[in-house]
């Protein structure tokens, strides 16, 4: 079993930035699993934002957050970051962290084996 807890997320305003992470623990071999960033606003489904593998080489994202997203790991430390800039009203939501061995997984949002309890993010105009 691999547990996530995120923190990092909190209220901004408009054009601000937040930095989000994620703890891994659980399993000693957390650096094997693909990590990815995930969010729900309310009344919308859970929705891909970014994703990175093991090995923290290439990342991927949503349109919704190339080049003001990014995503970056510490396999020392077990923990997944997500620096937000420029952000919008429409990036509000929870955040979820996620982990799973196979990144395809991670960006096709397809049977994710863990999951974190998510991270609240509210974006003020």
């Known amino acids: 079993q691999v547990q996530l807890v995120e923190s990092g997320g909190g209220l901004v305003q408009t054009g601000g930035s937040l930095r989000l992470s994620c703890a891994a623990s659980g399993r000693t071999f957390t650096n094997v699993y693909a990590m990815g960033w995930f969010r729900q606003a309310p009344g919308a489904e859970r929705e891909f934002v970014a994703a990175i593998p093991w090995s923290g080489g290439n990342t991927y994202y949503a349109d919704s957050g190339k080049d003001r997203f990014t995503i970056s790991r510490d396999n020392t430390k077990n923990t997944v970051n997500l620096q937000m800039n420029s952000l919008k009203p429409e990036d509000a939501a929870v955040y979820y962290c996620?982990?799973?061995?196979?990144?395809?997984?991670?960006?096709?949002?397809?049977?994710?084996?863990?999951w974190g309890q998510g991270t609240q993010v509210t974006v003020s105009s």
């Open positions: 996620a982990a799973d061995r196979l990144l395809s997984a991670i960006t096709t949002m397809a049977q994710i084996s863990y």
